[in-house]
């Protein structure tokens, strides 16, 4: 019997974790988010011009970088788990803010040291 010497790229499962998604009207297929990322997440689509995929989406540090880097505004969107995501409370009005609320100022400072 003869054993064939080939690989597959096959993606994990959907899982509730998918850090990153491409717009493939938009994405060029440049592989820029493949080079930076950090974790190696994501891998090269074999087909040219098409989006990378994403191969390990639990394993993403959430940093970033891969759609700060895009060279085409719009082909990736970053998604942050609710887990990460920073909420306060103003206690004068009890009212509730997430970090991406339109209009909401952080309730912190940022220290500025001689």
Same mark, same amino acid.
């Given at each position: ?10 993606? #994990? ?21 493949? #080079? ?79």
């Amino acid at each position: 019997m003869e054993l064939k010497k080939t690989a597959v790229l096959a993606p #994990n499962p959907q899982t509730p974790c998918m850090p990153i998604t491409f717009d493939s009207a938009r994405c060029v297929g440049c592989n820029t988010c493949v #080079n930076v990322c950090r974790t190696d997440v994501l891998m090269p689509n074999p087909e040219k011009g098409k989006p990378p995929v994403v191969v390990y989406p639990d394993e993403c540090w959430f940093c970033g970088c891969c759609v700060e880097d895009c060279p085409v505004e719009g082909a990736s969107t970053f998604h942050h788990p609710l887990n990460m995501k920073m909420t306060w409370k103003r206690k004068d009005t009890q009212q509730l803010y997430r970090l991406e609320m339109d209009g909401c100022e952080p309730p912190f400072r940022i220290r500025e040291y001689d």
